[in-house]
Structure formats: structure tokens, C-alpha cells
Nanobody, 120 residues
Framework: QVQLVESGGGLVQPGGSLSLSCAASGSNFNINSMAWYRQAPGKQRELVAGVITGGGPYYADSVKGRFTISRDNAKNTVYLQMNSLKPEDTAVYYC??????????????WGQGTQVTVSS
């Protein structure tokens, strides 16, 4: 059984910064990719940023230059550093990972979500 556990998030003023982290726990698994998605009230869930094992990061146009995704493979953890936050970044942020569990197969896993609110 693999689980994704998120931490971080909270309330910040416009222009401020927040950092999110997401750790995968379990046994006998390999991570192919990790990403962050977000879902604002009344909107569909959207990709924010991602990183594939052995590849570079990719970002939604709306966050390029402001957000940075990074990954610590030894800790099975992905981070999202969010700078110059705007009110429109307010959403529930979800960690996502495509994981191979040996003997079971590959599928997408999701974290529980963490609220990010940007407001003065």
C-alpha cells in the first residue's frame, strides 16, 4: 500500500510565499512521476507542475516563473515552492504520483489535498 502525505499550505497575503511537500510512503514501489494539481471552488482540477523521473520539470503557464517544483528521490518527496502568490492561486492543492508497486502494477495516487488561500 502506497500513500501520499502532504504538508504545508495555509493563508498568505498576496505577494507572499508558501511551500508544500508531499512524501510517498510504503514498500516495494518505484515512482515514475510526481506532480501538483489544484482545484479552486467551482473549477476543474488543473495541473500546476510536475517532474518525471530522469526528466525536467514542467509548469502550467499561469505559474511559470513563480512556482518551483523539486524532488528528492531518496526521500520519495516532491516539493512546491510558491512565490509571488496571487489571489487566483487560492485552491486546494493535491499531490499526484504515478507509481509502480512491484507485483501489483502501476497507477495514479493522490494526496489528501491541502488548502492554499491567498488573501489580504
Amino acid at each position: 500500500q502506497v500513500q501520499l502525505v502532504e504538508s504545508g499550505g495555509g493563508l498568505v497575503q498576496p505577494g507572499g510565499s508558501l511551500s508544500l511537500s508531499c512524501a510517498a510512503s510504503g514498500s516495494n514501489f518505484n515512482i515514475n512521476s510526481m506532480a501538483w494539481y489544484r482545484q479552486a471552488p467551482g473549477k476543474q482540477r488543473e495541473l500546476v507542475a510536475g517532474v518525471i523521473t530522469g526528466g525536467g520539470p514542467y509548469y502550467a503557464d499561469s505559474v511559470k516563473g513563480r512556482f518551483t517544483i523539486s524532488r528528492d528521490n531518496a526521500k520519495n518527496t516532491v516539493y512546491l515552492q510558491m512565490n509571488s502568490l496571487k489571489p487566483e492561486d487560492t485552491a486546494v492543492y493535491y499531490c499526484n504520483a504515478f507509481i509502480l508497486v512491484h507485483g501489483i502494477g502501476s497507477r495514479n495516487y493522490w494526496g489528501q489535498g491541502t488548502q492554499v488561500t491567498v488573501s489580504s
